[in-house]
């Protein structure tokens, strides 16, 4: 597609719940970032995947949160046992090759209540 | 590891202002640089970059210079719009990952 999109645009889920969200990067990309947006902050590095590799996880907060893309192209990230802290706008990202500027979805905004 | 520090906001101008939004970094080797705005309810658009040190980054009258002696990487205007009026990030890519590290982010408000 002609952006990075991502899905659902809002999501509200009920503390304990398990959540998905997905992203669609451009397509070629090879690489594909997952970001944190707290309210009022910068991003936050989550993940990193390479194709269908995910090579860098060093961001994920916890080991409820996971990430995939197993044919290298779409990505979920999952959320499971959602905490209120966890609420977030969560950003995807997709690049044609490391270092270069990368191109943002427009996020999904979880709200944990 | 790497940071970015921008300066405290918000920043509140006139039109047709000068605008400054420092940003000054740590890391190691040689990063690049760059800059990115957020339009309310939107992503994050790159807005410019610089790979090297002495590069000027440009675009939509936006410029930037890669100052390694000072690690800084402060965004300039001459003349602001009310279309200006978003929030303004600084990032940097290490050479030891391909991770963006964000600062806090500025927010820009420009008045009629």
């Known amino acids: 597609g002609a952006g990075v999109s991502q899905s659902p645009r809002y999501k509200v889920a009920k503390r304990g719940q398990d959540v998905a969200l997905r992203c669609d990067p451009i397509?070629?990309?090879?690489?594909l970032f997952w970001y944190q947006q707290a309210l009022g902050q910068g991003p936050e590095f989550l993940t990193y995947?390479?194709?269908?590799?995910?090579?860098?996880k060093s961001g994920l907060p916890s080991d409820r949160f996971f990430a995939e893309r197993p044919e290298g192209s779409v990505s979920t990230l999952k959320i499971q046992r959602t905490q209120q802290e966890d609420s977030a706008v969560y950003l995807c990202?997709?690049?044609?090759?490391?270092?270069?500027?990368?191109?943002f979805g427009s996020g999904t905004r979880l709200t944990v209540v | 590891g790497d940071s970015v520090t921008q300066m405290e906001g918000p920043v509140t101008l006139s039109e047709e202002a000068f605008l400054t939004i420092n940003c000054t970094y740590t890391?190691?080797?040689?990063?690049?640089l760059f800059w990115y705005v957020q339009y309310p309810g939107e992503g994050l658009q790159l807005l410019l970059k610089a790979t090297k040190a002495d590069d000027k980054g440009s675009n939509k009258g936006f410029e930037a210079t890669y100052r390694k002696e000072t690690t800084s990487f402060h965004l300039e205007k001459g003349s602001v719009q009310v279309s200006d009026s978003a929030v303004y990030f600084c990032?940097?890519?290490?050479?030891?990952?391909?991770?963006?590290?964000f600062g806090e982010g500025t927010q820009l408000t420009v008045n009629p």
């Open positions: 990032a940097l890519s290490g050479t030891s990952g391909s991770r963006l590290t």
């Open positions: 890391a190691t080797g040689y990063p690049s």
């Open positions: 995947f390479q194709n269908e590799a995910q090579l860098d």
């Open positions: 397509s070629g990309h090879v690489s």
């Open positions: 990202a997709s690049s044609t090759r490391v270092g270069e500027g990368y191109t």
